[in-house]
Nanobody, 127 residues
């Protein structure tokens, strides 16, 4: 079992920054690929960023490249999403997810690959 708890959401003006944190617990965390997804009102949940098991491979959605950074600290079982230059269209509930079956160098983008999900944290960006 893996448990994920997201923190760090909030309200910010356009151009601002936020850092989301995901605290993970469970024996399989260090072997899991981790990702952030988001879901805006009336839209489907979408992939934002992912990091492989050892933190050396990352992948970002085109819409956030150059603005967001994902990282992980396996010693602390933490995953972070640094979000800069935020835009109103980044407003969404952000979810942390874990893929416990991920191959070492892979960062899945499909929701169906992920086995565990956090409860989500709201990010609101005002113009």
């Amino acid at each position: 079992q893996v448990q994920l708890v997201e923190t760090g959401g909030g309200s910010v003006q356009a151009g601002g920054s936020l850092t989301l944190s995901c605290a993970a617990s469970g024996r399989q965390v260090s072997r899991s690929a981790m990702a952030w997804f988001r879901q805006a009102p009336g839209k489907e949940r979408e992939f934002v960023a992912g990091v492989n098991r050892n933190g050396r491979v990352t992948d970002l959605a085109e819409t956030v490249k150059g603005r967001f950074t994902i990282s992980r600290d396996n010693d602390k079982n933490m995953v972070y999403l640094q979000m800069n230059s935020l835009k109103p269209e980044d407003t969404a509930v952000y979810y942390c997810a874990a893929d416990i079956n991920a191959i070492l160098l892979t960062v899945p983008k499909q929701q169906s690959s992920y086995d565990y999900w956090g409860q989500g944290t709201q990010v609101t960006v005002s113009s």
